[in-house]
């Protein structure tokens, strides 16, 4: 959420909250700075204010002051709006900012910030600095992370095509997600996998395509005191030795792999041959597809598999 957005949606709050009476959107218009001065413009930019708002749990309410007015008026009551008294320690209002930090890059910014939007309308102080010494990140890349992560919010069942390593061909699976976790820098979807009736681990960086709902939201049962992170490292992939890949890369291209790679050599009609460095071969493809066709995998066979098949998923 822009700075801009977050503070006209402030003032929309204190705006509606003040009021003892229904304000009609025009009203709204002239009190509230931040909105577009055509009408159409700010038609659009009021009704998707007003869904915020209801998306953040803010009671708006509509309604008019008398029986003769035609166009509906907005308010905010404040009993309904008011939160009981929270009381934060000063280390965990410093969590909560650190945990918007987080997500700064990441689709869930937009909820961070949400939260902690509700948070200081209710008077609490959120400590959005990061402590020195601390700059954490989360790399949420993998494309099927948002829909993973709302079929968990939401409780609902997925299905994806999923490659197991060394298979050539992907499988269809249907699962029921308890949680989302990254653990020795990949991400995991862990749930109740329906073909095979038991409990069941996924990389998420081999999950070909989209994942997409199959069932209603609401009609996942999570067990009891499930540890989605303790499933993961229980039934999650042992760390694995380095290997060597060996690439060609085109003559004056591909800086970001050369500065990581070991001595490159000529190969004759323009191109290099280096050697790379890696444990992972989901992991190496993600990182050289962006190089396009500047960078060649030639050995191991694994890895230039999952190069092959990211360069068809980028192909569409």
């Known amino acids: 959420m822009s700075r801009r957005k977050t503070e006209r949606l402030l003032n929309l709050v204190i705006c509606l909250l003040a009021t003892r009476r229904y304000l009609t959107a025009d009203q709204i218009r002239h009190a509230v700075p931040g909105y577009a001065e055509s009408d159409e413009a700010f038609k659009r930019m009021f009704e998707r204010d ?64 949400g939260a902690l939007l509700k948070l200081r309308a209710a008077g609490i102080q959120t400590d959005e600095a990061t402590p020195a010494g601390i700059e954490p990140r989360v790399d949420t890349s993998e494309p099927t992370f948002p829909a ?51 409990v069941r681990v996924f990389r998420l960086s081999r999950i070909i395509g989209e994942v997409t709902p199959i069932g209603d939201p609401g009609s996942v049962r999570i067990p009891p005191d499930v540890n989605v992170r303790d499933i993961v490292i229980a039934r999650g992939e042992p760390a694995v030795e380095r290997r060597v890949a060996r690439l060609r890369i085109r003559q004056g291209a591909g800086e970001g792999v050369r500065r990581w790679a070991g001595d490159a050599r000529p190969d004759g009609e323009g191109w290099d041959l280096v050697e790379f460095s890696f444990r992972d071969p989901e992991w190496l493809a993600g990182f050289l597809v962006g190089f396009g066709d500047d960078v060649v995998v030639l050995e191991p066979a694994d890895a230039r598999d999952a190069m092959i098949w990211r360069l068809k998923e980028v192909a569409g």
């Open 50 to 113: 007003k869904e915020e708002l209801r998306e953040l749990g803010i009671p708006l309410e509509v309604g008019s002051d008398s029986p003769w007015e035609d166009e509906p008026g907005y308010r905010i009551r404040r009993s309904d709006y008011e939160l009981p008294e929270i009381s934060l320690e000063p280390d965990e209002a410093a969590v909560l900012g650190v945990a918007a930090r987080v997500w700064q890059r990441a689709s869930l910014a937009e909820a961070a910030s």
């Open 148 to 198: 993973l992560w709302e079929a968990v919010r939401d409780r609902r069942p997925v299905a994806f095509e999923y490659r197991t390593a060394g298979a050539t061909e992907p499988t269809r699976r249907r699962l029921e997600p308890w949680g989302v976790v990254s653990w020795r820098g990949r991400w995991y979807v862990a749930g109740f996998d329906r073909d095979r009736e038991g």
